[in-house]
Structure formats: structure tokens, C-alpha cells
């Protein structure tokens, strides 16, 4: 990230796209009407874009297009994005959701205050499917609306900004990919505090697969326990994995708990609640295999 601030450039919106193209213009169009002015740069970093870049780039004249190989995992993507960023904020995006009218501005005025990390709401779009719901609950149900401003325990890496002189100072951090919770962890050690800006929303959109989601899933949670334990002695291992044995049932109500406490969507929680009991046992399972043997090539997986 050694690039010098670019002259006027306020905001950099990094988009990493590893979904479909259709997701990926569907979120340039959301922000098309918001960029304009000169102060805010769009960066795609894709990795499903192979012989379509320049029909992106003439649809969305705003757009950078950083084309990446097949198989680059999101959280690269987001360092390469990252690392072209110019702005003096820097945000993230995926391609598998769609930004409110004002949500570069909400991004603006949140880091017009002090705050070095800004995050906002992420809301579920249209949709019936309880495989849906139940990846919405146990990945954003934590970000639903409504969402007190302030200070916060956790932002999510979907819909997440930056002062840019903050990532310069931690770009080691982030070299291999980008892990939002990791990388916030360690910024909470030295600090700083994370902001949610509630009116700054982004509406998920993705659709899913039970059979991706499980694989998915698993690669996360052995993934997440290999690295929070990569130095941690063989008896604290274990005893992470015997605690991981109780997530199949512990996961599913802490969700349950939260939904309830935001009192909406509960119809969806109810009609969702096997496949999060189904998906927390696959990240259970996950977790048990990165205590007990490392996250192997779980990091490969992340999508």
C-alpha cells in the first residue's frame, strides 16, 4: 500500500468479486448513481471476470478492474484491491450484495468523526429460501437492522471501511488476504475501536447451494481454529476441541437469541433453523479438525 493518496480521491470501494458477473454488475449499478463527482473510485478485483473485463469496464466507465486468476480466494482479492486503493478511506465490498442509495455517504460522514474503522447494517433482498436465511443469520445476523450507532463488538468484512493511513500501518497483516477478524482483533489490541454506522446498508443478495454452503462452512471453521491456535500448546488445542464439540447446539441458539432480540424475520429463523443446525455442525466440525490437526488447505477454500 505504498501508492500516494490520489489528489481528491475521499473514498476507495474495493469490490471483490468472486461470484458471478451478474452480482458483480448488479453491485456496480447500485453504486453508479453515488460516484460520481470525482472524490470516489470504484476497484474490482475479480477473479470470475476472464473475457468479460473490458465489457465491465465500458458499462462502468468509474470502475478499475484488477483481473485475478481463477481460484483466488476473497481475502486476496481484497489485498489486491487494497493495495491499488488510492483514497483516503478505503471500503469493502463483495459482489454478492447491493448498497443503498446514500451508503457512500454514510461511509463518508461516519469517517468525517474520528473513527479509524466503520462498519454498517447488512440486510437480507427478496427472497423465500430457507437455506438463504439460515447464511444470512449465522453470517450477518449480527449487522440486521436495527443496529445501535457506536461503538462495537464486532463489523462485518462485507461492508467495512478504513482510514487508509490505519491499513498502511498494518499492511503485513494482510499481505496473504485480507481476514477482517483477525485483522480487527489485532487492531482492538492496539486500540482502536470499531464504529457501526447503521444507515450505511448493503442488502445481500447471494443465493446458495446446501451441499457449497457445508463444504464452505467447514473450510471456515478449520480455517478460523487452525490459525487461532497456530502457537498455542498441545493441551490448550485440546481443550479448544472439546469446547468445539458443544457448537453444534450452542451456534444455532446464540443466533436464535439475537434474531429474537432484533424481533424481526422470525418466521424466516424458524423456517431456516435446520439448516443452521445442519451448517453450525458443519463449522463445528471444521473447528474440531483445525484444533486437533492445523487448517491444512481450508485457507484455499474461503469464498
Known sequence: ???????GIELSVVLAAAHSRAGLEACLTSLKDQVSGGEIDVIVA???????????????????????????TVPELRTLGI????????ALLEDNSIVAPTWCRAIRRAHAAPQEIVGGAVERDGTHRAVDWAVYFYE?????????EGVSATLSGNNVSYKRTLLQEI???????????????????QGSTLY???????????????????V????HGRHYAGRRVAAASRLTRL???????????????????????????????????????????????????????????SVRRWA
Open 140 to 148: 450477518y445476523g449480527k449487522y440486521m437492522l436495527p443496529c445501535v
Open 171 to 189: 499492511q503485513d497483516e494482510f499481505r496473504n488476504g485480507f481476514f477482517e477478524a483477525f485483522l480487527h482483533e489485532r487492531l482492538r489490541r
Open 239 to 297: 481443550g479448544y476441541a472439546a469446547g468445539s464439540t458443544l457448537l453444534p447446539v450452542i451456534l444455532p441458539l446464540r443466533i436464535a437469541q439475537l434474531v429474537l432480540h432484533r424481533r424481526r424475520h422470525l418466521r424466516e429463523l424458524t423456517v431456516a433453523m435446520p439448516y443452521l443446525v445442519l451448517f453450525m455442525t458443519s463449522w463445528a466440525c471444521g473447528e474440531l479438525m483445525g484444533y486437533l490437526c492445523g487448517e491444512g488447505e
Open 196 to 214: 457501526m454506522a447503521p444507515d450505511a446498508v448493503v442488502y445481500h443478495t447471494l443465493r446458495y447451494r446446501v451441499g457449497k454452503v457445508l
Open 216 to 219: 464452505q462452512t467447514f473450510h
Open 46 to 72: 475479480c477473479n470470475c471476470c476472464e473475457g468479460a473485463g473490458r465489457s465491465i469496464e465500458e458499462a462502468f466507465p468509474f470502475v478499475r478492474l484488477i483481473e485475478a486468476p481463477p481460484g483466488t
Open 1 to 7: 500500500m505504498n501508492n500516494a493518496p490520489a489528489v
Open 83 to 90: 493495495q491499488a486503493a488510492t483514497g483516503r478511506i478505503v
